[in-house]
């Protein structure tokens, strides 16, 4: 239905939008800094903030964590079981060529899904120092430039 179509648009996306920010703004103060640093990286996420902080950390990674847990795998989760349900729809068409059609069209956007959330569970759900920094810059390069581009 249509609103149901809606509320898959909006509604997930603003909800999990604002609380994510609910959960995680207020502890940027509290990650604070040694000294006059500046970010070196090309966008001003949570793990490089991290990186930057003179403080314990691991109450901040492990909200992160958590939020990631939700926001990053339970999409992924609904990817995989759908395109399982797709497969099996996939395997009663008759014609190889159909067959063989689908299947290319279904890889080619698991491909740039697994590249999508390989990187962002990568990313996100590890410790925050755990990682060098031009690594990270990498790998957000690549999820905001080139897995767009493949899709």
């Known amino acids: 239905s249509s609103s149901l179509c809606e509320s898959l648009v909006v509604g997930r996306p603003w909800g999990c939008g604002v609380a994510n920010s609910l959960a995680i703004v207020p502890s940027h103060p509290a990650l604070t800094r040694c000294g ?46 759908s395109y399982g349900y797709i497969i099996r729809a996939v395997l ?25 959330y390989g990187n962002i569970i990568y990313i996100y759900m590890q410790p925050g120092n755990s990682s060098s920094q ?16 493949l899709n």
């Open 36 to 81: 006059h640093r500046s970010i070196d990286h090309f966008l001003c996420e949570m793990p490089t903030l991290i990186r930057m902080a003179c403080v314990n950390t691991a109450a901040i990674e492990g909200t992160i964590f958590v939020l990631a847990v939700g926001i990053v795998l339970s999409p992924l989760a609904f990817i995989l079981v």
């Open 92 to 116: 009663q068409i008759h014609s190889a060529s159909g067959r063989h059609k689908a299947f290319n069209t279904c890889s080619s956007h698991l491909t740039v899904v697994s590249l999508f």
């Open 134 to 149: 031009d690594h990270g810059k990498f790998l957000t390069l690549f999820y905001n430039i080139v897995t767009p581009l």
